[in-house]
């Protein structure tokens, strides 16, 4: 089946430690991005990359980092810089950047910092 | 900066009532608009989208939405709610300055009532 895996979906961290999420697509789209979740502020981004080796910044990116070396695979890189991660975080695709393309979301990871 | 805004944070409803959730947003050229859903324990899934075209689109599961260009709006309808739609709703839009950039409101959680 074509889809987003995201991985782990439970993650614990101990304050001042990196911890690195795992978004893996096999739907061959070229577009994939990074949203954190909170209760009540809806989606916010984080990166997006719209081809290989490009990514750019989103909304909130402070305190995050990612790398896009494979068209399949987007990684986020929650760092000890970002002040406030405990949170869910979503990896989602597009076809491409353009505007009339719907994403398409993993399942989430929830994060706890501990 | 382009925004979506959902005026009911949370509806609680009995089953078989009438459902209309709001979205407006604040873009004034050509956008294209969505509503997702997440179910519990489920990943973001799409539930309608408007291009173009008729303005009245339908989706999956008997939910419709009406985009109103003069208001700004793109609200959600079902005319019959069950049990299982309780979840959590996101509008979103495409478009603009964003380009193929999602921006998500805040979310509407439903609570339906047996």
């Known amino acids: 089946d074509g889809g987003i895996t995201q991985s782990p979906k439970y993650l614990f961290r101990k304050e001042g430690q990196n911890v690195t999420l795992s978004c893996e697509q096999n739907?061959?789209?070229?577009?994939m991005y990074w949203y954190r979740q909170d209760p009540g502020q809806g989606l916010r981004l984080i990166y997006y990359s719209q081809i290989v080796n490009d990514f750019q910044k989103g909304d909130i990116a402070e305190g995050y980092s990612v790398s896009r070396e494979k068209k399949e695979s987007f990684p986020l890189t929650v760092t000890s810089a970002q002040k406030n991660p405990t949170a869910f975080y979503l990896c989602a695709s597009s076809i491409d950047l353009y505007w009339n393309t719907e994403a398409f979301f993993g399942q989430g990871t929830r994060l706890t910092v501990v | 900066a382009q925004s979506v805004s959902q005026h009911n944070h949370h509806v609680i409803l009995s089953e078989a009532a009438s459902l209309e959730l709001g979205c407006n947003y604040s873009?004034?050229?050509?956008?294209?608009l969505f509503w997702y859903v997440q179910y519990p324990g489920q990943h973001l899934q799409l539930l309608l989208k408007?291009?173009?075209?008729?303005?009245l689109v339908k989706g999956i599961k008997g939910f419709e939405a009406e985009f109103i260009k003069s208001k700004f709006s793109f609200n959600l309808r079902k005319p019959s709610v069950q049990w299982s739609d309780t979840a959590e709703y996101f509008c979103?839009?495409?478009?603009?300055?964003?380009?193929?950039?999602?921006?998500f409101g805040d979310g509407t959680t439903l609570t339906v009532k047996p």
């Open positions: 873009y004034g050229g050509t956008v294209n």
């Open positions: 408007y291009f173009s075209g008729d303005p």
């Open positions: 979103a839009v495409t478009g603009g300055t964003n380009a193929g950039k999602s921006t």
């Open positions: 739907l061959n789209h070229d577009a």
